[in-house]
Nanobody, 124 residues
């Protein structure tokens, strides 16, 4: 099994910065990428960013590109999301996901494991 534990977040004023961290443990054989999603009140969960397990590929939602940076440590156990130039519209519950896919390795299945969520509040 995979476990995902998040930390970081909090409240900041517009233009400020916050850093979210996500620690993944357990059997990560089937994890092909680590991602961040966010969910604002009354809305569905939306993609923010991902980084591939080999660290070679990353991508961002248009709304955060140029302001957020995803990174992964050399042990591939911690994934961070550095959030700069925060805006009130970035206010949301942020979730880290370890995304597993059947095609990634033999014996794998499509399974996402989610962190517990962490609240980010940006005041104007």
């Amino acid at each position: 099994q995979v476990q995902v534990v998040q930390s970081g977040g909090g409240s900041v004023e517009t233009g400020g910065s916050l850093r979210l961290s996500c620690v993944v443990s357990g059997d990560t054989t089937c994890i092909y990428r680590m991602s961040w999603y966010r969910q604002s009140e009354g809305e569905g969960r939306k993609f923010v960013s991902f980084i591939s397990r080999d660290g070679r590929t990353s991508n961002y939602a248009a709304s955060v590109k140029g302001r957020f940076t995803i990174s992964q440590d050399n042990t591939k156990t911690t994934v961070d999301l550095q959030m700069n130039s925060l805006k009130p519209e970035d206010t949301a519950e942020y979730y880290c996901a370890a995304e597993g896919r059947a095609w990634y390795a033999e014996g794998c299945s499509d399974l996402n494991t989610w962190g517990q969520g962490t609240l980010v509040t940006v005041s104007s």
